[in-house]
């Protein structure tokens, strides 16, 4: 081979490498969401853990400190969060009413509702996985559900997984558990909007002495409205909430 | 064709729109039962989702905004406070019964975990934990608490985490209690004790992966684990009190106060806070903005607590005796007492409610409230010795002194943020001639007004204590209880303390009626001058007050006192202050009350560190006048300081008309006057009329020519910033110097002439108001001479500084019907009116009458309610001042509170309409109606309303004349499938056309027949009403 030939040839290979890198920078950016994940056979939670555990921390997150929603429609911005109204009234010296009665069954629908898409994206990816090891793999895809259990929140993917290579396997409670306070943030919110909804305050202090890593930190607005602030003193971990419950105007108006 | 063929395309696809979308209804006012955002009871305006309920009244009195008890059965999770609606769209089981058993919380143990849940919640946990529970509901929420901890490496799927075994088992893991994951033998490379951190309080070691590993310090009772200049240390739990220099306990809550507080002298821009001391640091917990909640505080065995309740000073307003002032705790008796007969005690808030000086509501903004202290002291003075050229002051002689001054702007202090004041920086507001009398040393020296001062009246403790002795579920009970004592919001909870307060209060009763003070006037004299404000004083008597009895050989002299809002001092160099606290962040009310250049900034409004800055930083140049306008054709030129007024022909303007005129500043200003030039802006006696505060445009309206030859208005105006124009704007007008020769004009009566006034009235008193001073007088019979005429009315002719000429008198002996007089008037120059002003006052002859009210007594109503076939409330009225014309209300006596007005403001006949369906059962209500004569009349009515809930059922079938005949038991409108049962109404074969007793259909023996009716209040067989079969034969 020609010593020009040569040098053709290492350029084409170096364009090539340049390119192949170019395509997986380009696929990394245009999809961020695609991630390594750890892949065990034994074990397809794990690689569902590591493929959408961020996105459930992020999704938990987000909810935590907008009241419980993903997307608030009724808010008030704080500290540049908008923050939901957990109860609400917009007249002065009245109550409110409960905007969310079924607080725990809505954040559980909103965090399902944000990640089913990623959730199907992982369970793809999984069968793919095995399917490059040489395995025949099938899921029966259900309904993704979030579910807030007490310290952690649990995301069922309700669908079963069943490979065969040698012998075959099922698997069906996939599951990923991430650890937060979300549920019992939940509920010290339904105590304090009880209160709200019927005394139009709560007080705050009372919960720190029964939860002693619990901070409750209240933030009255001059219009009337409440911000609710509940920190995990260990964790650093909040939820907020706002509420409007017999607000009272400026002088002695009606 | 195709033209027709794109509209029907569009029309389709509009009614798939409108199918799939729900309908918009926009509301300016009324509630909405969801609003298209998903908000549940919002009142107007809004953007209601059609699809659920919509009431013209307010949230507050919706019967879909009724709240009760929301469970979810599939978690066991139980909520209050929400509507039925919001609860069952979710899923949940809604029940308005406060004892509700299934949500009855207790303290469910399980494992080593507890938590106070519902028994159900409970089971639900345990059982997804796969672990035996226990409930226990005897247990309070502060006893159910954490039992035990035992923690351990917990090996999973290649990880390690330190938990409870519990916990390790719902993470299928393996369990090693005691052990740390950095343990050797589990070979997972973590380095042990890398790095501190914080537990339960205490500092513990963490591996390298973040698991809790042994205890690096055990922090005693009085610390507490805290991250503090780069290391964790264990800091002490008591928190250090700058303001009261002393240490506080953990948990321990006290009030924070700016300066001052309570015997109603709260400067203007303080609020009472709540602080508390967490884990060895200060925070607040709440402040009261406008001191609308108020923070009162106990000390037991040297540890504070603290709550925030709610002010009742705008009760005080309301209260009509001086017992039920000492009965209030958040009010007290004052006593204004300048001379004999201006001497009054009035019920006035201890600590009183701020305003919004931005506000557009007078009642908000604070001009209503600190009104009611505008007074006026009528002093009389001889006569005679005036004549001599003395000038003898007979009654009420000290209202010519300063002390009435003084005694006054304390009462207009005590209002509210009226008058002139201090901050709560201790800066003296804005000052003007006519309110002007104590400054800052004064309040300082004699009342401990200022900043440090330790000496004042804390809120009531009683309250407190009785919100501290009961525990959430016994407040709520009590709440029931006492419903009847629930103040007239409805707020149980402020009926309820103010009860209790009544009981703990060691009342001291003063004396508040002094001798020769009518009785009325403790409870009438804060209404003068609104008598038809919102705080409904009730009708008074706008002469007497303050007057001395007798008849009116004296000259009387009109002294009066205006009370209006505290305006912040000028400028904004205080600004600051407010961002200053590190615990109390800036609002509106602290920030504005430091400067009228004081404003919070925008973009840190809704943060945790609102920003308070002064908005006219570098602005030093005063606002330039220019004259705008002048009423009645007269002319303005302008001059060197100022314009020259004449009239249209360039001739002075005619002694004693009235003129108005505008003038415009190039900034944001606020404008005084007066008849003499005065170095200082504050100097100026008068305000010029302004929309805003702070506005371009000012005015001065009837302004009473009645100088000789001339009048000069000198005008001074200053921005924001405290800059005003060194030189007087001048307004020199020119005045007829021609001899008097016009006799008075009467231009108008309070009340009017011929106006109504409720019958049996048998006096009132009225005022005239004049063009020019004179003394009037008054006759039954016409053409009497000035002199013969025998009752003399009380005019303020000798008062040279009077803005306005007025004569009043008390007229007595009415009669039923037309009650007229006849008036003349004598001028200063000796002009006798040559004709008879008449002054007609009717007293209401018949009384006024409710002839019928609808629904009548005992009415059935069992039809469904709807915007096309409404429930009508209507009233006929006869009778009263106006042939029984008047305005009506209803109110119900049922748990609803239903109460409105109807929409007819002044009519005989009035309707309501109740457009959507009510709850079943007998309603009581009560109608009122006042016509303009201040006549009223009630009545009474109940109806019985009932809601069908079961469908209709098929009675009888039958074939007639080759026909399947049926008839249902009501009507009904019929439908068919010939499959099964279950099919949907809409899709089935309709029978009847329109709601119907008798139905047919062909008699077809092939086919068999499945048939849901349905009634007018759209109940509907869930199954089938009957299957027919037709025989052959």
Redesign the interface.
Known sequence: MRKEEKKAQVTLFIILGVLAVAIVLFFLLLFPKIKTSQF?EQ?P??YLDSCIKTDLAEAVEKVSLQGGSISP??Y?????DNIE?L?????Y??????????????IESEIAEELSPLADECLRKLKIEYEGRGFQASIKQGELQAEL????VVLNFNSSLSVSKEGSQNYDSLSV?LNNNLYEFA?IA?SI?????????AE??TY???Y??L?V??????EGS?IYILTD??TENKFQFASRS?A??????? | MSQVIKKRTYLFYFVIILSVFPFILAIESGCCEK?M???????GPASCDSSYGVSPN???DAVF?K?GY?Y?S??G?C?????EK??KE???EWSSDKDLELCQQGCCYFGD?T?F?TESRCNI?SE?RGLNFRFDNSVQ??ECKILSNNSGACLF?GACKFQTEI?CS??EGEFHIGVFCSDLRFNLSLNSRDHSG????DIYWYDSKGNRESIEQDCSDSEICRFSEGKYICADTKCWDEKNNKYRQN?E?WCRYDTYVGDSLDPIGSEHCRL?C?NGEV?L??????R??ICSEKIENGISSAK?R??L??DC?NIEGKEGCSLNPDCRLQNTCVDTYFCFDVCVPKYP????IS?Q?S????RD?CGLASLTCYVAYDKDSFLRGDDDCVENCDCETSEFRKKMTKLCNSM?DCGVYVNYASVQTETSQSQYYLSVADYCNSLDVCNGCENFTEPDKSIFTFMQDYE?ED??EW?KESKDFCDK?G?C?NGKFFLHAYDLEDLDKPNIIGENTPAWIFKKSLSLPYPDS?FKFGNFDLTNFGRPSGDYDEDIRRRTFTCSPSKPPFGGDDCEKCNNDPLIPC???RCRSLGKSCEILDETR???KPICFNIFKNDSSSPAITFKSISGGNRFTSSVNGVQIKDSSGNCIEKYKKINFEIQTNERAICRWGLSSQGEYESLPELMISDQVYDLEHRIENLSLSSDERLRIFIKCADPNGNFNINDFIVDICISPQPDISETIIDSFVPSSSSYIKKDSSNISFEAYLNEPSECRYDIIPGTSFEAMPNKMACNKLQLDAVERTCSSLLENLMPGENKIYIKCNDTSGNINSDDWQYIIFVTEQALAIDSIKPENGTSINRPLSTDNPLFLEVKTSGGAFSGNSECRFEFENESGWRDNFPEPDSTSHSYSFTSNIPSRDYFFRIMCTDKAGNTAEGVSWFTFEFDSDPPKIIRIFKNSGFLTFTTDEEAICYYGLKDCNFNAAEGNKITVDFSLAHKIKWDASKTYFIKCKNRWDNINSGCSAVIRPSLK
């Open positions: 065990q074990n939670s794990q429609e009724h008030i911005i704080y500290n540049g109204y109860c609400y009234s917009s007249e010296y009245k109550p409110c009413n409960v905007q969310r009665p079924l607080l725990k069954a809505h259990l007490p310290k952690r558990v509920s339904l909007i009880k209160w709200e909804a019927a005394y139009g305050d705050t202090t720190m002495n029964y002693h890593d901070k930190e209240k933030k009255k607005q001059i409440t003193r260990n017999i009272l105007p400026a002088g002695y108006g009606v | 609003t955002a998903g908000s549940w009871c919002i009142n307010s949230c507050q905004c709240t929301c979810d599939n978690e999770i909520s209050s406070g929400a509507t919001s609860c979710e899923g949940g975990n938590l849940v946990i997804r929420r502060s799927d916990d719902a993470d914080c537990f339960n309080g948990g809550s508390y967490d925070k917990d709440e402040c009261g903005s406008y609308s909640y925030m709610k002010n000073a705008a307003l409610i701020g305003f919004d506000s509501n009642i908000n903004n604070g409230v509210g959430e407040r709520e709440c919001n707020q909870f919102l609002d509106d009310y809704n943060t945790e």
